[in-house]
């Protein structure tokens, strides 16, 4: 089994730099997701690590260290429409589902 | 390009009626996901399915809860005798290759029992 923890909430104004981190713990797994979901919307698919290191997807980079049991989500140059919410999410080895965290609520002020 | 798409987006059922729920997903996708999520919460894995089969139902309520993706039509979720502690909103997502990392969701179904 997983659990993986993030901060509840954060507040950025624009043009701001936020950090969401993940923590988790599992014997073993796949890869760290990230998942962004507006007002209880669909949610959408951000990035992926399954190695160790930076992945840079425009504003957006995540990072991940298996010996950390750590990650994290990187949102640059904040925008209005960022504003959301933000998962991460593991698969164990050997497992089908994804286990979601509870997620990070971020909220962008002018 | 069509993408995955679910009805009814809200539904609303009396305590003991069944629920029905449906999912189409991605065109060329065939792993069908559901998931349930409360307010304030996470995604709750419930199911994952193939055609014509469920590969891991461990998510699922051992009474009540059934789902199918048949060859032809889109999953269903059932939900029988339906008590207030069912409503959430059910989500379903696809992928093309699976079990997959990277899932396309739908709008979810908001499901309130009253």
């Known amino acids: 089994g997983q659990s993986l923890e993030q901060p509840s909430e954060v507040t950025a104004v624009e043009g701001a730099i936020v950090q969401i981190n993940c923590t988790y713990q599992?014997?073993?797994?796949?890869?760290l997701s990230w998942y962004q979901q507006h007002d209880g919307g669909a949610p959408t698919f951000l990035s992926y690590?399954?190695?160790?290191g930076l992945e840079e997807t425009g504003r957006f980079s995540s990072f991940l260290s298996r010996s950390d049991s750590y990650g994290y989500l990187l949102l640059q140059e904040l925008q209005m429409k960022d504003s959301a919410s933000y998962f991460c999410?593991?698969?164990?080895?050997?497992?089908?589902?994804?286990?979601f965290g509870a997620g990070t609520t971020v909220t962008v002020r002018a | 390009n069509a993408g995955v798409m679910q009805n009814p987006r809200h539904l609303v059922r009396r305590r003991g009626q069944e629920a029905r729920l449906r999912c189409s997903p991605m065109?060329?996708?065939?792993?069908v996901y559901w998931y349930r999520q409360l307010p304030e919460e996470g995604l709750k894995f419930m199911v994952y399915?193939?055609?014509?089969?469920?590969?891991?139902e461990s998510g699922m309520p051992k009474e009540r809860f059934s789902a199918e993706f048949p060859k032809e039509g889109p999953s269903i979720l059932r939900i029988q005798q339906v008590v207030r502690g069912d409503s959430a909103a059910y989500f379903c997502?696809?992928?093309?290759?699976?079990?997959?990392?990277?899932?396309?969701f739908g709008p979810g179904t908001r499901l309130t029992v009253t």
């Open positions: 599992t014997s073993g797994f796949y890869g």
């Open positions: 065109k060329g996708h065939s792993h």
């Open positions: 690590n399954a190695l160790d």
């Open positions: 997502a696809s992928s093309k290759a699976g079990p997959s990392y990277e899932q396309y």
């Open positions: 999410a593991v698969r164990d080895l050997g497992d089908y589902k994804l286990s």
């Open positions: 399915l193939q055609k014509e089969n469920i590969i891991d």
